[in-house]
């Protein structure tokens, strides 16, 4: 590989050379007194690195870019020569080594003069010294570090499925990482209730939930971490369990016996009752285990199928159960079977049993199929036996009884306290005050519970537990506090404790450790935020006797994000976009502290690929493409891969790995609708997966329809903010978020600033409860399979689909396709949002123009799709292309549209299943246009024009339509008049 790569690297030297020069004469002169020339040959240079990496490269499973210099600056005053590398040079493996190395091949290459100059070697700005996963001011401290203390075992679960092993990243480091409290039962009042107030809509217990679960876990995920939570993740208020005792009503449990077949355990194992639990009881010690010899053979082997009966399509977290024996392998085998999709699992047995393991969450159909299930087989490597208890799917509702009631609510917003018990752990973990004081137990639950499933691991050693190296515990809270001033933020707190256990740590390390953790989060976070937003406050860091991080055996750290009580930290809070830039600082943080910790180099993982488009050739081959998104702060994100996830008939594929391209090309059968999703990759981990673009291969049809993806917004609720006035109007817009979650209690009641630092009834903020409970749905990148999946239902049309941004930068070829399908959704101009602009913008409007002057059709819809449309010109497009105008908004709560000789439903209001549009546009006819689909109170919802071209305008999300018969047969009627001969 290193021949090859020399030889390939020496070709393009040559060929781009002439097209650097200019850039590197130019950037030279930067510093007062700076050399008029350059001070080496960049050929030369190149050439002397690329010696110097290539025998790393061939223990790299990666195809890299070609080692190039990009600027070169040199600084007389100061005799410093600084050369800068292209970005794809941050791929590479740094350490202590390979930058004295690198820092040397540039000095030797250096005219005479200037070999007395410092060298320094940067990718982006950044010393690649800085890239090896230990900054400067976070260097080794000797006894705050774990040394010869580590972890090299299997992980706890591992999925062999996926295509990216993130060697960088935190593969194999095993996290503990909670939100907040959770709704706990008021022994003294005798209620459920929150820790906090109802405040500008929410709680802390619902906010910190929604930064932590929708974004900091996945990315710590993606990054390779198995990742320990004290409280339930899933979202999902279904539960089923599947088990050898009492399988639920509808559930199959089936045994298959091979020669070594399945016997019960001797141990005590999970049993399920339909019924609420009391204080005290304990699921895991009323039931059986059942376990099987292990075997190498890859057929004639035991196994157990776990299927449930799900009472719904959607998405379910997956748990096992199971027992550790002194004979337990480090590999057992679990499948599981969603939506007819195989993804493969190995569970380390030997540690975490006698409680319920998280595999992943995944999509089931609705009843119940041998293709929605879950199989454990004793196959292993290893001699030993396998051990099976339950499955459960889904996270269900809380079920633990206290003062003779459960919450009623479900379980993940409970708190740890209740999870504790479910999850099988002894009453001493989670009832230390004898059933007086929940709230005070359920502090101590989180630290107690995460040590417990430590203990004896070599991060814990001193304490009994199940083995599982837990490295690193983390609380995100949020915080109360006020400022009168508009714009003033409370920030980031960062809290550790250091005087406790004779300064140490379970392993013997330094509680120093600690101390460097939280310090390290402050930081970043006022690094990372204050480079995006231009402010943030840090607060500095607290070192004092907090249970969350006096309890914990490892490094801990509390980190309190933003005031709940402050209305400018909750409008920051609020916004989907900041909460993905926190949670990233965060993650990175932990990457750098856990990498830092063993002495090992890091990479961040990338950022999420964009404008993806699919175009099908000659012969049914589909060209799928997209845009690479760089972290301009991180040089290290660069990706060297892509992961492309494909969907067929049932859910997306686990995924194919694509090597340092941006296209990726494959056969299509006729027919066949196919759906893709890419995420971005390198050796620190992937990005989260890009909305979806769908394309189905019709040989002989004659018509293309094009599906264009309008929507890239994401934002906080309207908000109404005056002299005298502060908060969130969710009913004017209650924005809209990534993913589902239990995001709000209530809708605002009071606005008064005048009542500002009233923490309850009668202050500034206060809200009621009118949501609580409801799982909100947000954007899940669909929009294009759902319309795509409503067109290929309604027709034989072939179909297309890209990002709007794709087309409007010329990428996206639209002129063989007779229609032309803008999906806006809830787009629109809402002041605050990154990725917020009105629906049509000018370039959108421009094409589709041109579209309707070759005599196409058209299709635009959106809640919003007229709402910005102000200027001249906007309104001749309107005009003159869509026939209509803005006649207002409907913002009754009636969902039905009638027309068509059919009446259908929509999303109108907040719910757990699509993304509602509250508000819709109410659209007027323009001659000899006509409506064609009226709301309830009889307003235009929908406006048709056959003329010089054929367009509808729906005033609402197509995709909106709740029901997918309704689609298809409001899409057929569309078809047939876009698409007609008459």
Same mark, same amino acid.
């Given at each position: 590989?290193?021949?090859?790569?020399?030889?390939?690297?020496?070709?393009?030297?040559?060929?781009?050379?002439?097209?650097?020069?200019?850039?590197?004469?130019?950037?030279?002169?930067?510093?007062?007194?700076?050399?008029?020339?350059?001070?080496?040959?960049?050929?030369?240079?190149?050439?002397?690195?690329?010696?110097?990496?290539?025998?790393?490269?061939?223990?790299?499973?990666?195809?890299?870019?070609?080692?190039?210099?990009?600027?070169?600056?040199?600084?007389?005053?100061?005799?410093?020569?600084?050369?800068?590398?292209?970005?794809?040079?941050?791929?590479?493996?740094?350490?202590?080594?390979?930058?004295?190395?690198?820092?040397?091949?540039?000095?030797?290459?250096?005219?005479?003069?200037?070999?007395?100059?410092?060298?320094?070697?940067?990718?982006?700005?950044?010393?690649?010294?800085?890239?090896?996963?230990?900054?400067?001011?976070?260097?080794?401290? &000797?006894?705050?570090?774990?040394? %010869?203390?580590?972890?090299?075992?299997?992980? !706890?679960?591992?999925?062999?499925?996926?295509?990216?092993?993130?060697?960088?990243?935190?593969?194999?480091?095993?996290?503990?990482?909670?939100?907040?409290? &959770?709704?706990?039962?008021?022994?003294?009042?005798?209620?459920?209730?929150?820790?906090?107030?109802?405040?500008?809509?929410?709680?802390?217990?619902?906010?910190?939930?929604?930064?932590?679960?929708?974004?900091?876990?996945?990315?710590?995920?993606?990054?390779?971490?198995?990742?320990?939570?004290?409280?339930?993740?899933?979202?999902?208020?279904?539960?089923?369990?599947?088990?050898?005792?009492?399988?639920?009503?509808?559930?199959?449990?089936?045994?298959?016996?091979?020669?070594?077949?399945?016997?019960?355990?001797?141990?005590?194992?999970?049993?399920?009752?339909?019924?609420?639990?009391?204080?005290?009881?304990?699921?895991?010690?009323?039931?059986?285990?059942?376990?099987?010899?292990?075997?190498?053979?890859?057929?004639?082997?035991?196994?157990?199928?776990?299927?449930?009966?799900?009472?719904?399509?959607?998405?379910?977290?997956?748990?096992?159960?199971?027992?550790?024996?002194?004979?337990?392998?480090?590999?057992?085998?679990?499948?599981? !079977?969603?939506?007819?999709?195989?993804?493969?699992?190995?569970?380390? #047995?030997?540690?975490?049993?006698?409680?319920?393991?998280?595999?992943?969450?995944?999509?089931?159909?609705?009843?119940?199929?041998?293709?929605?299930?879950?199989?454990?087989?004793? #196959?292993?490597?290893?001699?030993?036996?396998?051990?099976?208890?339950?499955?459960?799917?889904?996270?269900?509702?809380?079920?633990?009884?206290?003062?003779?009631?459960?919450?009623?609510?479900?379980?993940?917003?409970?708190?740890?306290?209740?999870?504790?018990?479910?999850?099988?752990?002894?009453?001493?973990?989670?009832?230390?005050?004898?059933?007086?004081?929940?709230?005070?137990?359920?502090?101590?639950?989180?630290?107690?519970?995460?040590?417990?499933?430590?203990?004896?691991?070599?991060?814990?050693?001193?304490?009994?537990?199940?083995?599982?190296?837990?490295?690193?515990?983390?609380?995100?809270?949020?915080?109360?506090? =006020?400022?009168?001033?508009?714009?003033?933020?409370?920030?980031?707190?960062?809290?550790?404790?250091?005087?406790?256990?004779?300064?140490?740590?379970?392993?013997?390390?330094?509680?120093?450790?600690?101390?460097?953790?939280?310090?390290?989060?402050?930081?970043?976070?006022?690094?990372?935020?204050?480079?995006?937003?231009?402010?943030?406050?840090?607060?500095?860091?607290?070192?004092?006797?907090?249970?969350?991080?006096?309890?914990?055996?490892?490094?801990?750290?509390?980190?309190?994000?933003?005031?709940?009580?402050?209305?400018?930290?909750?409008?920051?809070?609020?916004?989907?976009?900041?909460?993905?830039?926190?949670?990233?600082?965060?993650?990175?943080?932990?990457?750098?502290?856990?990498?830092?910790?063993?002495?090992?180099?890091?990479?961040?993982?990338?950022?999420?690929?964009?404008?993806?488009?699919?175009?099908?050739?000659?012969?049914?081959?589909?060209?799928?493409?997209?845009?690479?998104?760089?972290?301009?702060?991180?040089?290290?994100?660069?990706?060297?891969?892509?992961?492309?996830?494909?969907?067929?008939?049932?859910?997306?594929?686990?995924?194919?790995?694509?090597?340092?391209?941006?296209?990726?090309?494959?056969?299509?059968?006729?027919?066949?609708?196919?759906?893709?999703?890419?995420?971005?990759?390198?050796?620190?981990?992937?990005?989260?997966?890009?909305?979806?673009?769908?394309?189905?291969?019709?040989?002989?049809?004659?018509?293309?329809?094009?599906?264009?993806?309008?929507?890239?917004?994401?934002?906080?609720?309207?908000?109404?903010?005056?002299?005298?006035?502060?908060?969130?109007?969710?009913?004017?817009?209650?924005?809209?978020?990534?993913?589902?979650? =239990?995001?709000?209690?209530?809708?605002?009641?009071?606005?008064?600033?005048?009542?500002?630092?009233?923490?309850?009834?009668?202050?500034?903020?206060?809200?009621?409860?009118?949501?609580?409970?409801?799982?909100?749905?947000?954007?899940?990148?669909?929009?294009?399979?759902?319309?795509? $999946?409503?067109?290929?239902?309604?027709?034989?049309?072939?179909?297309?689909?890209?990002?709007?941004?794709?087309? $409007?930068?010329?990428?996206?070829?639209?002129?063989?396709?007779?229609?032309?399908?803008?999906?806006?959704?809830?787009?629109?101009?809402?002041?605050?949002?990154?990725?917020?602009?009105?629906?049509?913008?000018?370039?959108?409007?421009?094409?589709?123009?041109?579209?309707?002057?070759?005599?196409?059709?058209?299709?635009?819809?959106?809640?919003?799709?007229?709402?910005?449309?102000?200027?001249?010109?906007?309104?001749?497009?309107?005009?003159?292309?869509?026939?209509?105008?803005?006649?207002?908004?409907?913002?009754?709560?009636?969902?039905?549209?009638?027309?068509? &000789?059919?009446?259908?439903?929509?999303?109108?209001?907040?719910?757990?299943?699509?993304?509602?549009?509250?508000?819709?546009?109410?659209?007027?006819?323009?001659?000899?246009?006509?409506?064609?689909?009226?709301?309830?109170?009889?307003?235009?919802?929908?406006?048709?024009?056959?003329?010089?071209?054929?367009?509808?305008?729906?005033?609402?999300?197509?995709?909106?339509?709740?029901?997918?018969?309704?689609?298809?047969?409001?899409?057929?009627?569309?078809? #047939?008049?876009?698409?007609?001969? %008459?």
């Amino acid at each position: 590989m290193t021949t090859r790569f020399l030889t390939i690297t020496k070709r393009i030297f040559h060929t781009t050379l002439l097209a650097l020069s200019p850039l590197l004469f130019a950037t030279t002169a930067t510093a007062q007194n700076a050399a008029s020339d350059l001070p080496f040959e960049p050929s030369e240079a190149e050439s002397r690195i690329t010696k110097v990496m290539a025998k790393q490269i061939e223990q790299q499973p990666y195809n890299f870019a070609t080692i190039r210099v990009s600027s070169c600056t040199t600084d007389r005053n100061r005799q410093q020569v600084e050369v800068g590398m292209d970005k794809g040079f941050a791929d590479f493996h740094f350490d202590e080594k390979s930058v004295k190395a690198v820092t040397k091949a540039v000095k030797k290459s250096l005219f005479k003069p200037y070999r007395r100059y410092a060298v320094r070697v940067t990718v982006g700005g950044i010393d690649i010294a800085d890239l090896t996963g230990q900054p400067p001011r976070y260097s080794a401290h &000797g006894t705050d570090q774990w040394g %010869d203390i580590d972890y090299r075992g299997r992980p !706890w679960v591992s999925n062999v499925s996926s295509p990216l092993v993130p060697t960088h990243g935190l593969y194999n480091r095993h996290l503990s990482l909670w939100a907040s409290h &959770g709704r706990f039962y008021d022994v003294k009042k005798g209620v459920w209730r929150w820790q906090r107030p109802k405040l500008f809509g929410t709680t802390e217990d619902l906010f910190t939930p929604t930064l932590v679960g929708n974004y900091l876990i996945p990315m710590l995920e993606q990054a390779g971490a198995v990742v320990f939570t004290p409280r339930e993740r899933d979202t999902q208020s279904h539960e089923l369990i599947v088990d050898n005792d009492a399988p639920q009503l509808g559930a199959s449990y089936i045994e298959v016996g091979g020669r070594r077949h399945w016997q019960t355990a001797p141990c005590k194992g999970f049993a399920w009752h339909d019924a609420s639990y009391d204080n005290g009881d304990n699921p895991f010690e009323a039931g059986t285990v059942r376990m099987a010899n292990t075997t190498k053979k890859k057929r004639n082997y035991n196994l157990i199928s776990y299927q449930p009966r799900f009472p719904e399509e959607g998405e379910y977290a997956v748990y096992v159960s199971y027992s550790t024996l002194p004979k337990s392998v480090d590999d057992a085998h679990y499948t599981v !079977w969603h939506q007819g999709v195989k993804t493969e699992l190995r569970v380390n #047995q030997r540690m975490g049993g006698g409680t319920w393991v998280y595999l992943g969450t995944f999509r089931f159909d609705k009843g119940s199929n041998e293709y929605n299930r879950v199989v454990v087989t004793n #196959q292993s490597e290893r001699k030993g036996v396998v051990t099976s208890d339950a499955v459960r799917f889904g996270g269900g509702m809380g079920n633990i009884r206290r003062g003779g009631q459960v919450s009623g609510l479900p379980r993940c917003l409970e708190g740890a306290r209740y999870y504790a018990q479910w999850a099988g752990m002894d009453n001493s973990i989670y009832d230390g005050r004898k059933g007086t004081d929940d709230y005070a137990d359920d502090i101590n639950t989180r630290s107690l519970m995460s040590n417990w499933i430590a203990g004896g691991s070599c991060y814990a050693p001193d304490r009994k537990g199940t083995g599982v190296p837990l490295e690193l515990s983390l609380g995100v809270h949020s915080d109360a506090g =006020y400022s009168k001033d508009d714009g003033v933020l409370t920030g980031s707190l960062g809290i550790c404790t250091t005087q406790f256990n004779d300064g140490r740590l379970a392993a013997g390390i330094s509680r120093e450790a600690s101390k460097r953790f939280a310090t390290l989060l402050t930081d970043n976070l006022q690094h990372d935020l204050r480079q995006r937003y231009g402010r943030w406050v840090t607060r500095g860091v607290w070192d004092r006797n907090y249970s969350e991080t006096r309890l914990p055996a490892v490094p801990s750290a509390i980190l309190e994000t933003l005031s709940h009580q402050n209305f400018s930290d909750m409008q920051l809070g609020q916004h989907p976009e900041f909460r993905f830039e926190m949670a990233r600082s965060v993650y990175k943080s932990i990457l750098r502290f856990v990498s830092s910790q063993h002495g090992q180099p890091c990479i961040v993982s990338p950022l999420t690929p964009t404008n993806l488009r699919i175009h099908i050739l000659d012969g049914g081959v589909a060209e799928l493409a997209w845009d690479v998104t760089e972290d301009p702060s991180e040089p290290s994100a660069h990706p060297n891969g892509f992961i492309v996830y494909t969907k067929e008939a049932g859910d997306f594929d686990n995924g194919t790995y694509i090597h340092s391209t941006n296209r990726y090309r494959l056969q299509l059968h006729p027919g066949v609708l196919y759906s893709f999703r890419v995420a971005a990759a390198n050796r620190g981990g992937r990005s989260f997966a890009s909305a979806a673009v769908s394309a189905r291969w019709m040989p002989d049809a004659q018509q293309s329809v094009l599906i264009v993806d309008a929507c890239h917004r994401l934002s906080a609720p309207a908000v109404r903010c005056n002299a005298s006035e502060q908060g969130f109007n969710l009913d004017l817009d209650p924005g809209i978020d990534r993913g589902k979650a =239990y995001r709000w209690a209530g809708r605002q009641l009071d606005f008064r600033r005048s009542r500002m630092g009233i923490e309850g009834e009668g202050g500034l903020g206060w809200s009621d409860d009118s949501l609580t409970g409801l799982l909100i749905a947000g954007d899940e990148g669909n929009r294009i399979i759902t319309h795509a $999946e409503a067109i290929a239902a309604a027709s034989n049309c072939q179909i297309e689909s890209c990002d709007s941004r794709a087309w $409007e930068t010329g990428q996206v070829d639209s002129r063989h396709c007779q229609l032309i399908d803008v999906a806006t959704a809830l787009q629109r101009e809402d002041g605050s949002s990154r990725h917020s602009g009105k629906a049509l913008t000018e370039p959108l409007q421009r094409l589709l123009d041109e579209h309707a002057k070759r005599g196409g059709s058209l299709l635009v819809n959106g809640a919003y799709v007229a709402t910005d449309l102000v200027s001249a010109s906007d309104n001749r497009f309107l005009s003159e292309v869509l026939k209509c105008s803005l006649a207002g908004a409907y913002r009754q709560p009636n969902d039905t549209l009638k027309g068509m &000789g059919t009446e259908f439903y929509v999303h109108h209001r907040l719910n757990s299943r699509h993304y509602a549009a509250p508000a819709m546009d109410i659209l007027q006819a323009e001659a000899p246009a006509f409506t064609t689909l009226q709301y309830a109170n009889g307003t235009g919802a929908a406006i048709a024009y056959k003329g010089s071209h054929r367009a509808v305008t729906l005033g609402f999300p197509l995709e909106c339509v709740k029901e997918p018969t309704q689609r298809t047969s409001l899409m057929r009627a569309l078809l #047939q008049f876009l698409l007609g001969r %008459d």
